[in-house]
């Protein structure tokens, strides 16, 4: 029963409180390191639930700090992050907030079991001697069959492969059961199949109202699987939906000077008829590819190889 059915008896609508719709709103953020460095000035985008948001920029463009600021381990110099209509701070608490964090930010050589990670996201709905409930383990569970994991949990997660621990982190957040998951370029390192398993995944908890917020460097699959995007360059250079916004002006906006473009076309790309145009573009580190109809403005979803 909900909390707001009709047999609630009349005392208890007064106490009586919808769920808070997920939703993050980043007003005028600026954020600095000890050091002085500025990593992002200004930032400003909002967010609600039912949302796969891409965080897409260039490297030290201010992605992870932006997460940083977002889960409040950053305390902003100027501006607010508001989670969920609270400030940070009462979000996490509430356990409202999940992180999927990148490979190098975990020591993989701590001894510890594939479900006792998964169970880690459990922790703010435990007591102070954090003891596992049945439903705890159930949760687990449920995330380990989630995420295709079930038949690692007894391994030690520092022997699973890389797309294998991207997943038992994926199932931590699920565990968590936050209506809002970050997740720091979780396709970096992993192979198509696993790539496509968690976007399917992330398209169900989208459809759950979830909200996820997704830094890539993959610029090809933004548009399959973003219906937002925010564009980071030590600022927030545009956000909005991906049709609008993942257009070439502002890519080239956010990328700047350190993206070349090269453009291939039908028999040079494709060994069928596809006549669609791919466009690579090559920041200094990293290659990324995108797909596009020939007459069009911006990027566009579509299925194809990747160019050599
Ligand atoms: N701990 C730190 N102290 C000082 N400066 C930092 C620190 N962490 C990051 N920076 C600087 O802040 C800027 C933004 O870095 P950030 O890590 O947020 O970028 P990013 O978009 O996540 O990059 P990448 O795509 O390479 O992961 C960069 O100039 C970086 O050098």
Redesign the pocket.
């Known amino acids: 029963m909900t909390p707001l059915s009709r047999e609630v008896p009349h005392e208890a609508w007064r106490d009586a409180r919808p769920e808070p719709l997920p939703s993050i709103r980043v007003e005028d953020v600026t954020v600095a390191?000890?050091?002085g460095?500025v990593?992002?000035r200004d930032a400003r985008f909002h967010l609600e639930g039912g949302t796969i948001c891409g965080l897409v920029?260039?490297?030290?463009?201010?992605?992870?700090?932006?997460f940083k600021a977002i889960m409040g381990l950053l305390r902003p110099q100027r501006g607010s992050v508001t989670i969920a209509g609270q400030p940070v701070k009462a979000a996490l608490k509430g356990n409202l907030v999940s992180y999927v964090p990148?490979a190098e930010e975990v020591d993989w050589n701590f001894p510890v079991l594939v479900e006792d990670v998964v169970m880690m996201g459990r922790y703010g709905h435990m007591g102070f001697l954090r003891l596992p409930s049945p439903a705890d383990r159930k949760a687990v569970s449920e995330a380990l069959d989630r995420v295709g994991m079930a038949d690692f949990r007894k391994r030690q997660i520092g022997e699973l492969s890389g797309g294998q621990k991207k997943r038992v982190f994926l199932a931590r957040a699920l565990a968590q059961e936050g209506r809002i998951i970050l997740l720091d370029?979780p396709f970096t390192g992993v192979d198509v199949q696993t790539e496509s398993a968690i976007v399917a995944l992330l398209g169900q908890l989208r459809d759950s109202g979830h909200l996820m917020l997704v830094?890539t460097?993959n610029l090809g699959s933004v548009p399959d699987f973003c219906d937002q995007v925010v564009l980071?360059n030590?600022t927030v250079i545009a956000s909005g939906p991906t049709a609008t916004t993942f257009t070439r002006a502002n890519l080239e906006r956010t990328f700047g000077g350190v993206l070349r473009h090269f453009e291939l076309q039908g028999a040079d790309l494709h060994d069928d008829s596809d006549q669609r145009r791919v466009t690579v573009l090559t920041d200094d580190e990293r290659p990324v590819v995108f797909y596009g109809e020939a007459d069009a403005g911006g990027p566009h979803s579509g299925s194809g190889r990747p160019a050599k």
Do not use: D
């Not at 920029?57 to 932006?66: A, F």
């Open positions: 390191y000890p050091n460095t990593a992002m920029g260039v490297n030290g463009g201010g992605k992870s700090t932006l990148q370029e830094s460097h980071v030590r």
